[in-house]
């Protein structure tokens, strides 16, 4: 894969702020006529480097309020047992974010819920109903300092 050029870097800087500007706002801003621009726009998406288009969605406009950053230690790491949590947790809407980890705890999953009934009822009604599940450590936010899906470029 070609390395990323100053341009192509500016065009991924200036999507992950705003992928609703025109084509030709982009390629105002970054320095090259519309065709060459949508050209190298193509180009990452079809690298895999841009995946997907989205709008971020205001969590507390939704009724979620809790945020919860819950860490797993599974009572073993098998490949088996790492598959089936995974593909468990993967179907669960409430979970935002799961991440294999290193260290104490073997997943670090980032849950939202509307209250704590609410998150409750997914730890009593899901996650503890998971076979193989050692222990489960909950850590509530109580404010978001800083929220990004921007990936420095």
Known sequence: ??????????????????????MQELADRVGLSVSPCHR?????????????????????SLGLHVSVFISIKLARQKEEDLNRFAKAI???DEVLECYLMTGNRDYLLR????????YEAFLKN???RLDGIA?????????????????PV
Not at 15 to 22: E, G, K
Not at 51 to 56: F, M, Q, V
């Open 40 to 60: 190298r726009v193509k180009l990452l998406e079809e690298r895999g480097v841009i995946t997907r288009y989205i709008a971020t969605v205001d969590q507390k």
């Open 90 to 92: 993967s179907k669960w």
């Open 126 to 128: 899901k996650l503890t």
């Open 135 to 151: 222990s489960i450590e909950s850590s509530f936010a109580l404010s978001q300092v800083k929220y990004s899906i921007a990936l």
């Open 1 to 22: 894969m070609p390395a990323l050029d100053a341009i192509d870097r500016k065009i991924l800087s200036l999507l992950q702020s705003d992928s609703r500007m025109t």
């Open 111 to 118: 849950v939202v819920a509307a209250d704590l009934s609410s």
